[in-house]
């Protein structure tokens, strides 16, 4: 059975700092891994997905790496502004009857300090 | 733009009711789900729907039930509520894709309803 960790629960950093959220997964056959972002009290807004032939993605200030022998990955983000402060959860699809469900992390929670 | 739109921000029921919870897409998506998300628990699936009248129980189907009789709405019922459904209900959808040979499948969330049951 799928099971994804995030670590760490709670990340707070000063501003302009680079850092790095990590994310793994039990089963390293999946197809992809998504990362999200979500706002207190908001729904979950998508930033990156990659693909499971793919070593990394970005957009922006994010580069997102996925290593699937290892079962890990990581969501780099650059510059830290006080507008990322926010939980960032990883998920993975897995097959199940009649198509495919996403497992999630519990989400690491950034505060980025002004 | 993908828009996934809840018809309830927030929502106050009282023990035993029915309640509704609507979710509509704009994307003509086959798929979608039903989440909670609970401090310390995380996202856990209610249940999905990956075509029009189908629908497939996910982790904690107890206590609820869906409906799917167009592709773009999605709802979620609560027969009799209880206090242990207070939550924050989180709607998505995805797309059934294949992209070069893989799939894509990205999700796309609604706002999210935060009901709370007294």
């Known amino acids: 059975k799928q099971e994804v960790t995030q670590i760490p629960a709670a990340l707070s950093v000063p501003e302009g700092e680079n850092l790095v959220l990590n994310c793994s997964f039990t089963d390293s056959a999946i197809y992809n891994l998504q990362w999200f972002r979500q706002d207190p009290g908001k729904g979950l807004t998508s930033l990156l997905l990659i693909q499971s032939s793919q070593r990394e993605q970005t957009s922006g200030r994010l580069n997102a790496s996925l290593d699937k022998s290892s079962g890990r990955s990581t969501l780099y983000i650059a510059a830290s502004q006080p507008g990322d402060s926010a939980t960032y959860l990883c998920?993975?699809?897995?097959?199940?009857?009649?198509?495919?469900?996403?497992?999630f992390g519990a989400g690491t929670r950034l505060f980025v300090k002004a | 733009d993908v828009k996934v739109t809840q018809s309830s921000r927030y929502l106050v029921k009282r023990t035993g009711e029915k309640v509704f919870l609507e979710c509509v897409q704009d994307m003509d998506h086959e798929n979608m789900f039903w989440y909670r998300q609970d401090p310390g628990l995380g996202l856990r699936l209610i249940y999905f729907?990956?075509?029009?009248?189908?629908?497939e129980k996910g982790d904690i189907p107890e206590g609820y039930s869906v409906s799917r009789e167009k592709k773009e709405r999605f709802s979620l019922i609560l027969e009799s509520a209880s206090t242990n459904q207070t939550s924050m209900y989180l709607c998505?959808?995805?797309?059934?894709?294949?992209?070069?040979?893989?799939?894509?499948?990205?999700?796309?969330f609604g706002p999210g309803t935060r009901l709370t049951v007294l």
């Open positions: 998505a959808s995805s797309t059934r894709g294949i992209l070069a040979g893989l799939r894509t499948d990205t999700q796309y």
């Open positions: 998920a993975v699809p897995y097959l199940n009857t009649g198509g495919f469900k996403t497992i």
């Open positions: 729907s990956y075509d029009v009248k189908m629908k």
